[in-house]
């Protein structure tokens, strides 16, 4: 599609509206894929050339609704750099913050969910169950953290941070998982494996007990994993067939 018909706004650079549209669509790819919670959750990202910079969904508005010009940009305490229209969830940014500020460009992208089949293995106390062909690929990559609240309390945010003990994957006990990324495709790429993970798990449960998976295969499914292989995208090439799909439909995200 060409960016013709959304120019980019001058006082914005380059670099920047890249960004910005690239996250845009990946809300509008969540709402696509079911993956809203009315106005909540959030998927933020590293402003390029901005160090200390990031990108946030406004506070109010519909996952439909989002779109380049309308993201919001806070720093790492997570106040808004320069004028908005809207604020932000406070909610929104306090363990994204100390990802961000701690792990650096390793947590280029951060995504939280509240997915139904995500949530309920996150209530679960066996958590993740390794029995399926999309959990495999995801074997010594997830973390844990205990559920202490709404997560507004910066204190959380760094305890949080220290559960997640540089694992990309991140599962709050009786809230939801948080994957974090070293680019946006990277970020969904896990998130997607995860949700479906988690469906194929809640389904396996309801038929009986998982069958075992052996470890050694466990470590071949992540090698092996197309998910994270550069050589087909490490999940950019994913993440672009459903931009594409957004495009074909509205493409309004980019203005």
Request: negative net charge.
């Amino acid at each position: 599609m060409s960016d013709a018909a959304y120019p980019r706004p001058k006082h914005i650079a380059p670099e920047e509206w890249q960004a910005r549209t690239e996250l845009a669509a990946c809300y509008r790819i969540f709402d696509r894929l079911g993956w809203t919670e009315l106005i909540y959750n959030h998927i933020s990202l590293r402003v390029p050339g901005e160090p200390g910079h990031f990108l946030l969904n406004p506070f109010g508005l519909h996952y439909s609704e989002v779109c380049a010009s309308n993201l919001v940009k806070v720093d790492v305490r997570g106040h808004i750099v320069g004028a908005s229209d809207w604020p932000i969830n406070p909610a929104g940014f306090t363990f994204h913050g100390a990802i961000h500020e701690t792990l650096g460009e390793d947590a280029h992208c951060v995504m939280h969910v509240h997915t139904t089949p995500t949530m309920a293995v996150c209530c679960s106390d066996e958590g993740l169950s390794f029995t399926n062909f999309y959990a495999a690929q995801l074997w010594g990559k997830v973390a844990y953290h205990e559920f202490e609240g709404i997560t507004v309390h910066l204190d959380e945010g760094r305890r949080i941070l220290a559960s997640a003990g540089g694992k990309p994957v991140l599962l709050l006990r009786n809230h939801g998982p948080v994957t974090i990324g070293f680019s946006l495709a990277n970020a969904f790429s896990l998130m997607w494996l995860l949700n479906r993970a988690c469906e194929v798990q809640l389904a396996t449960l309801a038929m009986g007990r998982p069958r075992a998976i052996a470890v050694p295969v466990l470590e071949g499914c992540v090698r092996d994993s197309l998910n994270f292989n550069p050589k087909f995208g490490a999940g950019q090439d994913a993440f672009d067939a459903m931009r594409r799909l957004v495009d074909r439909t509205d493409p309004s995200y980019r203005r």
